[in-house]
């Protein structure tokens, strides 16, 4: 982990200042100067980009091993422009156990557009195949592949655990792609693209920043492909992070590995001791004692 938490507090070299500075810059601009009217400077306007949002981009790419990365001004802002890189009659697979706000996005938002949605228990791989497949779909969509599956690998609230690996397979083999939302589960804990996945989503609002002060969402893309169409709505939708909040995400961003460290050690001490408690019914923790097996075969390094 060290090359992973070195990563963590310094991202990628510093080097537009002549200073020494080690963090980067907080330029609160919203236009750019251009040298003369026949050239294109590198930064022309904010919404398509910032240099303070370019370093927590390229950062969040970094982490997620992934090549590009981008900023929005919360989680649902990201979603929303991942999301809006389908069109109306595509066919998307959702994970039965999800976000509340995500959950409304899909059936509140995007299948008033004509995308249609369909909710699948991913870990359930039989019933994932056929949806993916389209043999259990009704209507004009039956036989009909799906264009991507989408999912939490630890969901919100219930903990359900994902694995990525199995659930990527089965929507590469019909051709989908495999969007995660990773927020509770963060790039110290396991890196998606690395197991199959070709988006990775942060609700950077919650682990990330990690210290309630901040609204923002991350993606990161496994292709260059991806990347273009995720650009394209983020420049057009327009829901960027700000430059301060840019800021506020990074440097929360130093301290992850020690605070999910403690934050598990402390889930562990509450939901071992939950666990032995006589009015208490279940517990849904996927990180007590005697999982580790379980979480390991699932790619993670811990239950978060
Ligand atoms: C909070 C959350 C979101 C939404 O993020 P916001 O920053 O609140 O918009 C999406 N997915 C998961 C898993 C979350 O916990």
Redesign the pocket.
Known sequence: MTRFNTQLVHGLPVNDNNIGAVNPPIYNSSTYAFESVGTMPRWDYARSGNPTREFLEKQIAQLEHGTRGFAFG??????HAVLSIFQPGDRIIVGKN??G??YSLFHEYFERWGVIVEEVDTTDYKALDAAVSGESAKGNAHGCPAKAVYF?VL??PLLQVNNVTAIAGIAHRHGAIAIV?N??VTPYLQQPLDQGADIV?H????YLAGHSEV???LVVVKDDELGKRVYFAQNRLGGVLAPNECDSVRRGIQTLALRVDRQQENARAISSYLLLHPLVKSVHYPGLPGHEYELASNGLKGGG
């Open positions: 919360s989680g649902l802002a990201a979603i999800i976000y706000g995500t939490e969901t919100n939302d927020t509770f989503i609700s950077a609002t919650k609204n923002a969402g």
